[in-house]
């Protein structure tokens, strides 16, 4: 009959099993002692940590035998036997033949079954080891610190090498692009003690940065114990670099040792530092690299994707701010507008009523021509806005601004010199071409602005490229444009430039680094630019200039012709004219002009009342004028539905705004408020007689 082994026995036996496994695999130093203090075990870790090939040597040996302090050791010990607590103090330990140690030693009472005392369990933490760590820790939280917090527009990789620099005391660091599939590693920044670089350089016989190192087995030649742990994991290589590179490091900081550290993130390679130091300078530990390559290079890739969120987060904040903006000038421009009409109709129809020789007539002139210089100011208003279009045509850009040269030339001071460079063969774009023309002078005036009363170069160019989306939504203007062929204008000064902070501001209306009270001329390009589908590219640096380019989409086609300019204003109607506008001063400027002519006028103040009218009278009214923007129904809503009753009526339509494609394409003509006598005149007589 086959003996069975005693229950009690077996679970002895699978506990001690358990205690083994756990002990061995700890990664603390644990060693096991009798109740006099020699010791009877230890686990992997604590050999290892007291830099022994195996535990052999401690074995049978008294630990009062192996530390700086036996007495203190001995009487903690006995105090522990005697039943006293555990006890956790500084110890220095020291091995026959090898360095001193210090560690936190940890000393408990072991106890069996029945709860004797069957001898001591001792627990060592490196000091060293736990400060090395803490270091390591805190520098590379520096490192993160200082990479959150830089400026949107800081290049990361740049601050990364100066910090690291100023971390390692290193000599120089060189920071470099590199994927796994490179063969060459390109220096991108480079950090070195004061005073070095040059030398270095001219040692060298060029600029470091640039300089392509090839990538070879012998870049970084191993050496040195093998690191353990997962920390590794290939992120560092220990030892001389050599090859090309150790040529490069040699002219920057001589022949100490030199280091590499691979930045990888997410299995992905961030970039490449060589870390170098001078002769006799002492390297830092194993421990403070593996954590500068593995966290640093997380700390980098956080922090670009950190700064790429705030940068997209600031070109959203910055659209709102615009757009909020252009909606606040342009409702002041749109109430200006109407004003402007009763102000422009009221005095010609005055004028109109007085003899040719009266002196009132001068008077009421120059009320017309404050008035137009008003209106103009609101056009520019709504220009800023993108709101305001004017004709349209197929537009050559360099012919155009060529043809502006020679005022141009007389509208800069002499202290200036003007250079043109305009493309041959542009495509043509379009555009309206005063418009453009008033682009270039803003620009123009800007730059001259920008020089101030010092001799400068003022550079008016043309050109053309592709644009893709990335690189549109990056400019003013450009957030929803498409990618595609783009024509450029540019004017570019040699004045003091600008910083990053006035940059992200000179397209706000009224912000002006010069005289107060200025500040509608960038705007305003912003604006032309947007209404022409296009944006602005901004480029600058404090003492060397700037430049404004202007990016307008080629043309896919051709386009209709523009209307005639009218000839004369000098005509007279009959019959009857529907005026329907929300501002009672415009319905009455409007009707006065009208009246003049020779019509019977009727008068609606909103889309539903116009509707209701023309259906009342829908068989005398020969044309209907109506506002854009109106209550209830809008001016073209309004449209569609007269002309479903009477298909033949003619329209114009009204508004302070650029009328859009649809809207433009149901009426016979639009009539930009704020219009005088002539204008409207001259237009009712076009649609009447086409």
Not at 304 to 333: F, P, T, Y
Not at 400 to 426: D, Q, T, Y
Not at 527 to 535: C, E, P, Q, T, V
Request: negative net charge; contains cysteine; charged residues 25%.
């Amino acid at each position: 009959m086959a003996d069975h082994p005693d229950p009690s026995v077996a679970e002895i036996v699978a506990e001690r099993d358990l205690f083994h496994g756990a002990f061995e695999a700890s990664h603390s130093p644990i060693v096991l002692g009798d109740l006099e203090g020699r010791i009877l075990d230890c686990n992997r870790a604590a050999w290892v940590n007291l830099g022994l090939c195996d535990k052999g040597p401690l074995i049978g040996r008294r630990a009062d035998e192996l530390v700086a302090d036996p007495s203190g050791f001995c009487a903690r010990l006995l105090q522990i036997v005697q039943g006293g607590p555990s006890s956790t103090f500084e110890c220095v330990v020291r091995l026959p033949g090898g360095p001193e140690r210090t560690t936190d030693l940890s000393l408990a009472l072991r106890r069996d079954a029945a709860g004797r005392p069957v001898g001591v369990v001792a627990v060592l933490n490196d000091v060293l080891e736990r400060e090395r760590k803490s270091e390591a820790l805190r520098h590379v939280n520096a490192i993160a610190v200082g990479l959150a917090a830089a400026p949107v527009g800081t290049d990361l990789f740049e601050l990364f090498c100066v910090k690291l620099r100023d971390i390692l005391c290193a000599r120089a660091v060189i920071v470099s692009s590199l994927d796994a599939a490179a063969s060459e590693l390109i220096v991108k920044h480079l950090a070195v003690a004061e005073g070095v670089l040059e030398e270095a350089q001219k040692s060298v016989g060029r600029s470091l940065v640039g300089t392509r190192l090839p990538v070879d087995e012998a870049l970084c030649r191993q050496s040195g114990a093998e690191v353990e742990g997962p920390s590794a994991a290939g992120n560092l290589g220990f030892g001389v670099v050599a090859g090309a590179a150790a040529q490069v490091l040699e002219k920057v900081a001589g022949t100490g040792d030199s280091f590499r550290l691979l930045l990888r993130h997410g299995g992905e390679s961030v970039g490449t530092a060589l870390v170098a130091f001078g002769p006799g300078q002492a390297a830092p530990s194993k421990e403070l690299l593996h954590v500068l390559a593995n966290l640093g290079a997380v700390s980098l890739s956080r922090a670009r994707a950190e700064q790429e969120r705030r940068k997209l987060e600031e070109q959203v904040l910055q659209r709102q701010k615009l757009e909020s903006l252009g909606v606040l000038a342009g409702g002041v421009a749109h109430g200006f507008n109407d004003l402007l009409v009763g102000v422009l109709a009221r005095a010609g129809l005055c004028a109109a009523e007085l003899p040719k020789d009266s002196l009132a007539r001068e008077h009421l002139r120059q009320i017309e021509l404050a008035a137009r210089t008003a209106r103009d100011l609101t056009r520019q208003l709504l220009t800023y806005t993108g709101r305001e279009l004017g004709r349209r045509e197929r537009v050559n850009l360099s012919a155009l601004v060529e043809e502006m040269a020679r005022l141009l030339e007389i509208s800069i001071s002499k202290k200036r010199l003007l250079k043109c460079r305009f493309a041959k063969g542009l495509p043509a774009v379009v555009a309206d071409p005063a418009q453009v023309r008033q682009l270039v002078l803003h620009l123009v005036g800007n730059a001259t602005d920008a020089e101030g009363d010092n001799p400068g170069v003022i550079a008016i160019g043309t050109g053309t490229r592709h644009c893709d989306r990335a690189f549109l939504a990056s400019l003013p203007g450009g957030e929803e444009l498409p990618a595609g062929d783009y024509v450029w204008v540019e004017v570019e000064d040699t004045g003091a430039g600008m910083t990053p902070e006035v940059v992200a501001r000179v397209f706000e209306p009224f912000y002006s680094t010069k005289l107060p009270g200025r500040g509608l001329g960038l705007p305003a390009v912003l604006g032309i630019a947007r209404a022409h589908r296009g944006a602005v590219q901004v480029e600058s640096e404090v003492g060397t200039g700037s430049v404004f380019r202007v990016l307008l989409p080629v043309d896919p086609g051709t386009v209709a012709p523009a209307l005639k300019a009218p000839e004369t204003s000098l005509w007279r109607g009959s019959g009857v004219v529907l005026v329907a506008d929300d501002e009672p001063i415009v319905r009455s400027a409007a009707r006065g002009i009208l009246v003049r002519m020779g019509f019977e006028v009727l008068l609606a103040c909103d889309g539903d009342e116009a509707v209701q009218t023309f259906r009342a009278h829908a068989d005398r009214i020969a044309l209907v004028l109506l506002d854009v923007q109106m209550p209830n129904k809008t001016g073209p809503e309004a449209l569609r539905e007269i002309r479903a009753l009477k298909p033949a009526v003619k329209a114009i339509l009204s508004s302070g705004y650029s009328l859009d494609e649809v809207a433009s394409a149901a009426c016979d003509a639009f009539a930009q408020k704020p219009y005088g006598v002539d204008e409207l005149a001259d237009l009712v007589r076009q649609v009447m007689e086409g």
